[in-house]
């Protein structure tokens, strides 16, 4: 047996699992087709956005709680600075559905916060434009972590805690059986206790058996140059989510001192992982630009540069999570649905409590992948 656990893709979700698993005193391997960090996912971008009221489902509150504090204990471990609160806006109607579930999650749990209106919006953040019917949710604990630096920082500390990594080693199969699982990797066989997967967009080409109805859709993130950055600084530029005509938009502080991040979150082009188009066109920023000259006049109406990574959806939005009924020895840690990142270090260490044998330190039955199986 070369390992009693291994982690089949070390980003977002497995490099907190190959972390929290090595924590235990585990034996256990991990494999990455590139390398922790890299672009070609989903866990990339320079920043990304922590909140804890959540519009996309109160359910979700108690893991963004357990999720703040590991984020936190990971900067204490490592020394490294990836977690910066900056408070949060979630902008929209009053009768707009993601902004009422924001408010029941932030009642449902007591979660501080506050609601302006337009009139008072404008005159504490004088960067954004506010329609005269807007509301404006406040959450002060939100705020940007930097992809990067974290996915690094989990697996260097998971590697420090006896975790051996292979990196450019995509996997070419997997074989579950009574005994365990057989990872093939470029002709090379690993045998192994039981295995986490954690590839994001490669998932299903692991476990083609089990059909999944997950796709993968191709999105971009942008940079807009400021005309006066010191105005989108962290300490004067919350994170920000509006809703704009069924559109959902978003904005981060500046982290270079020049530009803001923005992008879309809304449904993408459906894309093959490994040929997915990486170039940015000019089409691709058009309605983005139109919202932020609107809404935030003093960026360029022209991005700087442009990102892509990929979302990999489920059919309800949920994340997976959890064992497989018929398929031995497996843990599948996502897909995530295009909204896990934050979620990242808590997700790993439920992951590890399933593959070790632990009940779950919180309910995770919302996530079972058995709720997929047979789904059209």
């Known amino acids: 047996m070369d390992a009693d656990i291994a982690v089949i893709g070390v980003g977002s979700m497995g490099s ?32 990304r956005i922590f909140r804890t009221a959540y519009g996309e489902g109160t359910d979700y509150v108690p893991f963004l709680q357990q999720a703040r504090d590991l984020w936190k204990h990971l900067e204490s471990m490592t020394g490294i600075d990836i977690y910066t609160e900056t408070g949060g806006m979630m902008i929209g ?93 470029e002709g090379e066989k690993f045998h192994v206790g039981h295995v986490v997967i954690s590839a994001g967009a490669w998932t299903s080409r692991l476990l083609p058996q089990l059909s999944l109805p997950v796709w993968v859709e191709r999105q971009i993130m942008f940079w807009y140059p400021a005309g006066n950055p010191r105005e989108f600084v962290p300490d004067r530029f919350p994170i920000s989510i509006r809703i704009t005509d069924g559109d959902a938009w978003y904005a981060l502080p500046t982290l270079d001192g020049k530009t803001v991040k923005v992008a879309l979150h809304t449904e993408g082009e459906r894309v093959d992982p490994d040929t997915i188009d990486r170039a940015i066109h000019t089409k691709d920023s058009e309605l983005l630009s139109q919202f932020a000259q609107k809404y935030i006049p003093d960026l360029d109406s022209e991005p700087e540069k442009g990102k892509v990574c990929m979302y990999t959806n489920t059919p309800d939005n949920d994340f997976v999570l959890g064992s497989v009924s018929g398929v031995p020895h497996v843990t599948l840690l996502g897909p995530m649905g295009g909204h896990g990142f934050k979620f990242a270090p808590i997700m790993g260490k439920l992951a590890a409590e399933v593959a070790t044998g632990i009940s779950p330190s919180l309910a995770i039955d919302l996530f079972s992948p058995d709720r997929l199986i047979g789904v059209k």
């Open 16 to 47: 907190f699992a190959l972390c929290e698993l090595a924590s235990m005193g585990v034996n256990v391997i991990g494999f990455e087709r590139y390398a922790p960090g890299h672009d070609r996912g989903a866990g990339h971008g320079e920043s």
């Open 93 to 185: 109607r009053p009768n707009d559905g993601f902004l009422e579930e924001v408010l029941m999650s932030a009642e449902a749990y007591n979660l501080p916060h506050q609601v302006l209106d337009a009139e008072e919006a404008r005159g504490r953040f004088p960067q954004h434009r506010f329609d005269n019917e807007d509301i404006v949710f406040l959450d002060p604990l939100a705020g940007v972590l930097r992809p990067e630096l974290a996915i690094q920082a989990a697996s260097t500390l998971a590697t420090e805690k006896g975790a051996r990594l292979y990196c450019g080693c995509p996997i070419t199969a997997l074989e579950p059986h009574s005994a365990g699982v057989t990872i093939h990797c």
